[in-house]
C-alpha cells in the first residue's frame, strides 16, 4: 500500500516504483489505488477519448482511412499523434488537448 506521503505528492518512493515496475512486466498492468485523484484520471481519459475520436474523424475525411471498420484493409500507416498497433488497437499521444 501506499504511505500518506506519496498519496499528497502522488508520486511513489523508490521501492514502490520497482515494486510496480515488476509488476506490470510481470502481469501488463499495474493499480495504484490513491496515487491519483479519480476525477482527474476520468477527465485525462475523456481528452483522450475526444482526441481520438478527431483523430479518427480526421483520417477519414482526409485520407480515406477508417480505424474503426477497416473490414480486411491491413492498416500499416504511423503518424506523429497515432500508432496503429493492429487493427482496432492504436496508441494516441500528443493530442490537443492531453497535452493541456
Known amino acids: 500500500p501506499l504511505s500518506c506521503s506519496e ?23 499495474c493499480i495504484l489505488p490513491g496515487l491519483l485523484e479519480p476525477a482527474a ?5 475523456e481528452k483522450a477519448l475526444r482526441d481520438l475520436a478527431d483523430a479518427v ?9 477508417d480505424l474503426v471498420n477497416p473490414g480486411d484493409r491491413e492498416l500499416r500507416h504511423n503518424f506523429y499523434e497515432l500508432a496503429m498497433r493492429e487493427q482496432c488497437r492504436v496508441d494516441l499521444r500528443n493530442g490537443p488537448r492531453m497535452e493541456r
Open 7 to 29: 498519496r499528497r505528492a502522488g508520486c511513489l518512493t523508490a521501492a514502490h516504483e520497482a515494486r510496480a515496475l515488476r509488476c506490470l512486466e510481470e502481469h501488463g498492468v
Open 41 to 45: 484520471v476520468i477527465s485525462r481519459g
Open 57 to 65: 474523424e480526421v483520417l477519414k475525411a482526409r485520407d480515406g482511412i
